[in-house]
C-alpha cells in the first residue's frame, strides 16, 4: 500500500491515472477486472454438511466407534445399532447450536454498504459499492458510510468516526493537506477509511484502496494467519476419552482372561469356539459395552447447550460450544472503554453558568428525561432567564437529530454525537423542536470546524422586534478568547480577569473527571444581517460551559466487584486519552481513587522486553492503543499463564480477539469481522454480560463434572459387579449387553441430563478461577465414585445372589432393576457434590423430578411388558417385588448425604 497520505493530492491524482473528474466509464471497467470486487474476501460460509461432520472429532466418539466395530465382529448387531444411534444423537446436538449460531452471524452482516456516489468522466452517478475501483472519485457527507480507503481533495467542516477502525471514540476532522509518512493511522487526517462513518460536513475523494488491500482488508488478512490456542474444553474431553478407553478395553481384557482362566478354556476350545468361549465373549462384550458411558457424549452435548442457551438469556451468545466451559476458567478479562464499560452516548452531566452556579442534569443515554438539580434541589430550568437561554442555544446551534423508534422505544441520532448531546439536553428541559420553532427560527449555520474549534448558528427571535443573534458553541478556551460579556440572572455585564480565571478553572475540574467541555455563547447583531461571517464571532456573551461524558454503564461498577471477587483480572485497553480513560476506571471501581498508573501505545512501545512484561502484570489502565498493541498484550498474558477473555467491536480489535483464549464480540456496534473472529457476542455489548456469561461458565463446568460422574460411576458399578460375579457367583452374568445398554443410554439419560439443567447453589463468583489443567474425573471425586460405585454392586449383587435360586431371567431382572433404581437416587446426590441436597433444596431442580418419575415408569413398563421382556430377557417380578428393590436401593442416596455431611459439612453451612 503506498504512502498516500503523504502525497499532493496533484502526485496522487497523476499515480492513480485520475483527475477531480474521475475515470472513464470503460477504465472503470478494466480496473474492476484487474483488482476485483470492493468487498472482503472473508471465509465462506461454512456448509452445514461440515459443521455436522465437525461433531465427530471427539476422543468420546472415537471411543465409542471402536466398541461398536467390536460388537460387530462378535454379531453383537443391536448393540452396534444403538451405539451408533447415540453417535448420531450427540453428534446432532451440537450441530443444532452451531448451526443456529453461524445462521444468527451471517444475518447480522452488514459491513458494506450497498451503494456509492461517484463521479465517472465528470457524471455524478450512484453505482453499487463493491463496483468501486481505484482511481474512482467519491461524494461523501453527513451519515454515510465510507466504502473505500478515500485520500480527500475537497472538506469542508469533514468529521469522520472511526472508532471502529482506531477506538477512537470522538469525531475526527479531516484536511487535504499531506502529512507525514511514518505515523498512525488514527493521524492520517487527510485519509477517510472503508467502514467508518461521515460525522459532519462534506468531502470528495479519490479511492486509493478498494477489497482486502484496504486497512479494514489489511486487519482481516492478519486475524486468518493468528492460530488461536486449542480449546480447552475439547483437551478435558479428550483426556476422559482416553481415560475411559484405558478402563473399558483393559478390564474388559481382564475379564476376558479372567473367564477363560475359571472355566479352565483351551485353546482348541477358542479355535472351535466352543459354547464356554462364547461365554466370555459374552462377559467380554458386557464388561466392554458396561465400560464406556455411552449416553455421556450426549449428556456433555446437553451441558453445553443449555449453558448456551442460559448465557443467551444473559445476552451472551454462544458461537462455540465449547467456550461456555472455557469461561469458566477465565482469570483476565482485556475490555474496551467505549460502549461496553460506558454507554456510547454523550450526556451532559454538568452546567456551569456564567455567575458560578453549578447544575448537575440527570438521565441515561439519548432519552430526553432527566432532572436539573441545584444544591441538592430539583429546579425548574425555563424559569431561570440565564439558564434558559443556555438550553436555546443548546437546541438551536446544531445540526443533529433525535429519532424515536416506537417500536422498539428507543432512542437514536443522526449527526454528531456531541450536537445531539446539547439537543437532548434541551429536550430535557422541555424545548422541543416545534416549541423552539415557534419562539425563534435559524437563519443561517456555521457548521463546526476544527481550525476554528466552534459552530454558529444565526437565528431570528419571533417577538415581534425580529431581533437576530449569533450562537455560538465550541472549545471553552476559545469561546473565552471571544467572549467580552457575561450572563448573569440579573443582565449582562463585562467580563472581569477572574471571571476568566473562575471559568477555566471549572472547567479544569471537569476535564479531570473525564468530561468534554463545550463553551456556550450567544451575540445579538444588526437586524439586516442574513449570513454569519468569521468577523462577527466576537465580543460574545458567555452564558456557561457544560461538561459532557460517555457515563459508565450503571451495572459496570457492581460487575467489577464481582469480578474481582471471582479471582478474575479487569484491564481495560482503549484508544481513547489516558486522562479520560484513568477517571473512567476510577469512576467504576477498576482502580482506586489515588491509582495514577495507566500507560499509553507510545509509553508501552518505548520499554525493554522485561519492562513490558513487568507493567502488563501491574497496570490495568492502557490508552491510545493500536491494534498491534491490543495483540501484543493478550500474547502476553497467554504466555504467563493466563486465560484471556477479551473484548472487542471495531476491526482494530479483531486480531486480539482472535488470539485470546475467549474472543467476545459486541453484538450492537461490532463490526462482521470481529464477530467472525470471536467465539462469543454480546447482543446488548454490556461488560456486566460477561461477567454473567463467566458464572454460567462456571456452573457448565460443574455440571459437566456432576454429570460424568454419575455416569461413570454407573459404569465402574457395573464393572465390579460383572467382576465379582465372575470369580464369586458362579460366573454368571448380572447383566446382558442389551440391559447394560439400557442402563447406559435409558436411565443414565434420564438421570445424567437433567443435571446439565442444574442451577447454581452458591455464590459460584466467589470462588476463585479453577486450574486450567483441571480435568472432568480427578483424583478428588475417586473416592465418592469408587465408594458410590461398590455400594451400588453391593446392593445389586444382593438382589442377583437372593433370586438365581428361581432363575438366571429373574436374577438379571431383579440386579437389572436395583442398578437402575440405584442410578435413579445416585441422581439426586449428584446435584451437589458437597451440599446435602436437603440444603439446596430438594425439589428445586423440576427436570429431574420429573425425569426420575419418567424413568421409573420406563422401568416398571421395561420388566413388565411381554414384548420388552422378550427382547431384553426378562421374566416378570411383582410390584410388591419392584417396591422392595426400590426401597433397597434407596441406602445408595443416604449413603451420599452421609458421605457429604461427613466430609464436607463445615461446606453446608455456609
Request: aromatic share 8%; hydrophobic share 45%; charged share 25%.
Amino acid at each position: 500500500m503506498k504512502n498516500w497520505h503523504a502525497q499532493k493530492t496533484e502526485e496522487v491524482f497523476e499515480n492513480l491515472s485520475s483527475d477531480p473528474e474521475g475515470i472513464s466509464q470503460k477504465e472503470a471497467e478494466k480496473r474492476l477486472e484487474e483488482y476485483g470486487e470492493n468487498e472482503l474476501k472473508g471465509k465462506k460460509e461454512v456448509h452445514p454438511i461440515f459443521i455436522f461432520l465437525k461433531q465427530f472429532r471427539s476422543g468420546l466418539v472415537y471411543v465409542l466407534i471402536a466398541a461398536a466395530v467390536i460388537s460387530a465382529v462378535f454379531g453383537k448387531w443391536i448393540d452396534v445399532y444403538v451405539i451408533l444411534a447415540v453417535i448420531l444423537l450427540n453428534s446432532g446436538f451440537g450441530f443444532l447450536q452451531e448451526y443456529k449460531a453461524e445462521k444468527a452471524i451471517q444475518a447480522l452482516k452488514k459491513m458494506i454498504i450497498p451503494v456509492a456516489r461517484v463521479y465517472r468522466e465528470g457524471n455524478f452517478l450512484e453505482i453499487s459499492a463493491k463496483h468501486i475501483v481505484p482511481g474512482d472519485v467519491i461524494v461523501l457527507d453527513e451519515g454515510t458510510r465510507i466504502p473505500a480507503d478515500v485520500r480527500l481533495f475537497y472538506t469542508k467542516n469533514f468529521r469522520t468516526n472511526e472508532a471502529s477502525l482506531t477506538g477512537e471514540s470522538v469525531p475526527v476532522g479531516k484536511h487535504t493537506e499531506p502529512v507525514a509518512e511514518d505515523i498512525d493511522t488514527g493521524d492520517k487526517k487527510n485519509m477517510a477509511w472503508m467502514g467508518t462513518f461521515v460525522a459532519g460536513g462534506k468531502a470528495k475523494g479519490v479511492a486509493v484502496a478498494t477489497g482486502n488491500e484496504t486497512a479494514f482488508g489489511s486487519i482481516a488478512k492478519d486475524i486468518s494467519e493468528i492460530k488461536k490456542r486449542g480449546g480447552h474444553f475439547e483437551e478435558k474431553v479428550g483426556r476422559l476419552a482416553k481415560q475411559m478407553a484405558f478402563f473399558a478395553f483393559g478390564s474388559s481384557l481382564l475379564i476376558f482372561l479372567l473367564s477363560l482362566y475359571t472355566q479352565g478354556i483351551r485353546f482348541q476350545e477358542v479355535v472351535g469356539l466352543s459354547e464356554s468361549f462364547q461365554e466370555s465373549v459374552r462377559f467380554t462384550i458386557a464388561a466392554l459395552v458396561s465400560g464406556i458411558p455411552e449416553g455421556l457424549p450426549a449428556i456433555l452435548s446437553v451441558v453445553l447447550a443449555i449453558g448456551a442457551t442460559r448465557m443467551a438469556k444473559r445476552n451472551a451468545i454462544i458461537r462455540k460450544l465449547p467456550a461456555t466451559e472455557t469461561l469458566g476458567v477465565t482469570d483476565h478479562i482485556v475490555t474496551d472503554k467505549t460502549g461496553t464499560l460506558t454507554q456510547n452516548t454523550m450526556n451532559v452531566r454538568k452546567i456551569v453558568l456564567a455567575s458560578g452556579t453549578e447544575i448537575d442534569v440527570t438521565g441515561e443515554g439519548w432519552i430526553p428525561e432527566g432532572k436539573f438539580i441545584k444544591e441538592g434541589r430539583v429546579i425548574t430550568p425555563l424559569n431561570k432567564p440565564n439558564l434558559e437561554k443556555l438550553l436555546h442555544i443548546a437546541g438551536v446551534c446544531n445540526e443533529a437529530e433525535l429519532t424515536k423508534k416506537e417500536e422498539e422505544e428507543k432512542y437514536e441520532i443522526v449527526g454528531d454525537p456531541t450536537e445531539a448531546a446539547l439537543v437532548v439536553l434541551a429536550q430535557k428541559a422541555g424545548l422541543n423542536e416545534e416549541l423552539i420553532h415557534e419562539k425563534e427560527r435559524k437563519m443561517d449555520d456555521m457548521p463546526f470546524s476544527s481550525k476554528l474549534k466552534y459552530r454558529a448558528s444565526l437565528s431570528v427571535l419571533l417577538n415581534g422586534k425580529e431581533e437576530k443573534q449569533i450562537y455560538v458553541v465550541g472549545a471553552p478556551e476559545e469561546i473565552m478568547e471571544r467572549v467580552g460579556h457575561i450572563q448573569e440572572k440579573e443582565g449582562v455585564r463585562e467580563t472581569k480577569e477572574d471571571d476568566r480565571k473562575m471559568i477555566m478553572d471549572r472547567v479544569e475540574r471537569m476535564t479531570g473527571k473525564a468530561m468534554r467541555t463545550i463553551g456556550i455563547a450567544y451575540k445579538e447583531v444588526a437586524k439586516e444581517t442574513e449570513e454569519i461571517e468569521k468577523e462577527m464571532v466576537n465580543d460574545l456573551v458567555l452564558v456557561g460551559v457544560v461538561g459532557i461524558v460517555d457515563p459508565p454503564r450503571p451495572e459496570v461498577k457492581e460487575a467489577i466487584e464481582k469480578a474481582k471477587e471471582a479471582g478474575i483480572r479487569v484491564i481495560m485497553t482503549t484508544g481513547d486519552h489516558k486522562g479520560t480513560a484513568l477517571a473512567i476506571s476510577r469512576e467504576i471501581g477498576l482502580v482506586s481513587r489515588d491509582d495514577e498508573r495507566a500507560l499509553t501505545q507510545k509509553e508501552l512501545s518505548e520499554m525493554s522486553e522485561e519492562d513490558f512484561e513487568g507493567a502488563i502484570r501491574e497496570v490495568n489502565v492502557f490508552a491510545r492503543l493500536t491494534p498491534h498493541m491490543k495483540l501484543k498484550i493478550a500474547k502476553t498474558l497467554q504466555e504467563n499463564g493466563a486465560i484471556v477473555a477479551m473484548t472487542g467491536d471495531g476491526v482494530n480489535d479483531a486480531p486480539a480477539v482472535k488470539q485470546a483464549d475467549i474472543g467476545i464480540a459486541m453484538g450492537i456496534s461490532g463490526t462482521d469481522v470481529t464477530k467472525e473472529a470471536g467465539d462469543i457476542i454480546l447482543a446488548d455489548d454490556n461488560f456486566s454480560s460477561i461477567v454473567n456469561a463467566v458464572e454460567e461458565g462456571r456452573i457448565v463446568f460443574r455440571n459437566t463434572k456432576q454429570a460424568s460422574t454419575t455416569l461413570i460411576s454407573t459404569n465402574f458399578a457395573e464393572h465390579v459387579t460383572i467382576i465379582t460375579s465372575l470369580l464369586l457367583l458362579g460366573g454368571q452374568l448380572p447383566f446382558l449387553p442389551t440391559q447394560i445398554l439400557w442402563l447406559n443410554l435409558i436411565t443414565d439419560g434420564f438421570s445424567g441430563a437433567p443435571l446439565a439443567a442444574e442451577p447454581g447453589h452458591s455464590d459460584i463468583l466467589k470462588e476463585k478461577p479453577r486450574n486450567k489443567n483441571e480435568g472432568i474425573l480427578t483424583i478428588d471425586v475417586l473416592p465418592v465414585l469408587i465408594l458410590t460405585a461398590f455400594v451400588m454392586a453391593t446392593l445389586t449383587l444382593l438382589a442377583f445372589n437372593y433370586y438365581q435360586e428361581v432363575s438366571i431371567e429373574k436374577a438379571r431382572t431383579a440386579a437389572f432393576s436395583v442398578m437402575a433404581f440405584t442410578q435413579l437416587f445416585r441422581a439426586i446426590n449428584m446435584r451437589d457434590m458437597k451440599r446435602s441436597v436437603f440444603k439446596i433444596g430438594f425439589f428445586k431442580n423440576k427436570y429431574l423430578i420429573f425425569a426420575i418419575l419418567i424413568a421409573l415408569f420406563l422401568q416398571v413398563a421395561v420388566i413388565r411388558i411381554p414384548f420388552f421382556q422378550e427382547v431384553f430377557n426378562f421374566e416378570t417380578i411383582s410390584y410388591f417385588e419392584v417396591f422392595i428393590l426400590m426401597a433397597l436401593s434407596s441406602l445408595v442416596f443416604f449413603f451420599g448425604e452421609a458421605y457429604k455431611y461427613l466430609r464436607y459439612h463445615e461446606v453446608g453451612k455456609t
